[in-house]
Structures are given as structure tokens and as C-alpha cells.
């Protein structure tokens, strides 16, 4: 069984800081993917970040970065320049390949930017 | 880009009541999840539906769910006889595969409130 670990319930940063979101996971597996959702107060899912087991490189899309620590089993996340439209929960999810299709989530962060 | 699209976003309904949840995944994706999100709480997986059939189903879905996918296009979560915590966010979501996280797409949400 797969699980994942958010130990941040609440965090507070100031705007522009750059700021990271903390996950830990568990699986005996080799194949899996690491993902990350932003949810708004309006509760939608917004995939933010993946990252493969196999990728050698931390993935990145604009902002967002996967900082991928495959020995330590983490997987956290980090937000550069921070904007108070960043505020909003964090769920760090995984999924394992090869038969097992679920996502795992996490108990999430939940991320408030002050002006 | 492609959308999951679920149907109603909001939905109050009597405890006792059946409810239906709709949702249209992705065209060409193969692999359709139904997923639950208490008030405030993780994101928990309910089910996950492949080639016209259950392929696997977490302990919360019992006899009082079900699934089905009537036209080709719909995807619907149906709860029998609802009871007061069943009240949450339902989630559906599709994916084109198992080995990949790309295009594993969430629809914005269909809120149940049961009274």
C-alpha cells in the first residue's frame, strides 16, 4: 500500500517569498509517479507538477518545482515568488504504475500568502 | 485543452434520497475514477472503471454505490439511500493509461450536501 505524508497542515508566507511545501511518501514499489494538485477555495483540482520515479531531473513547470529526493522518499514542493493567488490547499498525491491506476493523496497544506 | 465536465456542480438532497452524479470524461481516455473529498478532509478514491467494468474499488464503496458508463460518453456515481456523511465534493477524473500521468484530468467537482 502506497502512503503519502504532508506533515504542514497550515503555512504562512510572506508575497514574493519563495516558499516549500513539504511531502514524504512510502511504497515498496520501483514504478510510481509523484504528483502535486493546487485546490482553490472554489475546489476545483488544478495539477500543478509530476514527477516520475525514473526521472533523473526535478521537474519544473514555471514557478513549481518538484525538489525529488528518491533515497529520503520525498517530494516537496516549491513555489518561487510567491503571489497571493498562491493562496490555497496543497495535496501531494502518488500514483503507482503497472496495475494499481488510484491516486494516493495526502492530507494536505494548506498555504496562505500575506500581502 | 480537454475537460472532465461534471454535473451539477452543487447538489442538496434529503437524506434517504438516490443521487446521481454525471460526469463526461476525456474522449480518447480509457480509464475513468470517481473520487471523494469530505469537507476539509484528504481526497479519498472510491472507484476506478476500465474496459466497461469495476477495476478496483476502495473499502468506502459498498453496495450503497455504483457506477456505470450508459452511452459511451457519461460516467455516472450513483448513491442509493443517502446518509448524512455522505455529504462531500465528488470528484471524477480520467486517464488515457496506467503508465502515464499525462492528461490524468479531474472535472471541477459536484458538491453533495445531504439534509
Known amino acids: 500500500a502506497q502512503k503519502i505524508t504532508q506533515t504542514q497542515p497550515g503555512m504562512f508566507v510572506q508575497e514574493k517569498e519563495a516558499v516549500t511545501l513539504d511531502c514524504t511518501y512510502d511504497t515498496s514499489d520501483q514504478s510510481y509517479g509523484l504528483f502535486w494538485y493546487k485546490q482553490p477555495s472554489s475546489g476545483e483540482m488544478i495539477f500543478l507538477i509530476y514527477q516520475g520515479s525514473y526521472d533523473e531531473q526535478n521537474a519544473t513547470e514555471g514557478r513549481y518545482s518538484l525538489n525529488f529526493q528518491k533515497a529520503r522518499k520525498s517530494a516537496n514542493l516549491v513555489i518561487s515568488a510567491s503571489q497571493l493567488g498562491d493562496s490555497a490547499m496543497y495535496f501531494c498525491a502518488m500514483r503507482v504504475f503497472f496495475g494499481n491506476e488510484k491516486l494516493t493523496f495526502g492530507t494536505g497544506t494548506r498555504l496562505t500568502i500575506i500581502p | 485543452e480537454p475537460e472532465v465536465t461534471q454535473t451539477p456542480s452543487h447538489q442538496v438532497t434529503q437524506m434517504g434520497q438516490e443521487v446521481i452524479l454525471r460526469c463526461v470524461p476525456i474522449s480518447n481516455h480509457l480509464y475513468f475514477y470517481w473520487y471523494r473529498q469530505i469537507l476539509g478532509q484528504k481526497v479519498e478514491f472510491l472507484v476506478s472503471?476500465?474496459?466497461?467494468?469495476?477495476?478496483?474499488k476502495s473499502e468506502i464503496f459498498d453496495d450503497q454505490f455504483s457506477v456505470e458508463r450508459p452511452d459511451g460518453s457519461n460516467f455516472t456515481l450513483k448513491i442509493r439511500s443517502t446518509k448524512l456523511e455522505d455529504s462531500a465534493m465528488y470528484f471524477c477524473?480520467?486517464?488515457?493509461?496506467?503508465?502515464?500521468?499525462?492528461?490524468?484530468?479531474f472535472g471541477s467537482g459536484t458538491r453533495l450536501t445531504v439534509v
Open positions: 472503471f476500465y474496459n466497461n467494468e469495476i477495476s478496483e
Open positions: 477524473a480520467s486517464s488515457p493509461g496506467t503508465t502515464t500521468n499525462y492528461g490524468y484530468t
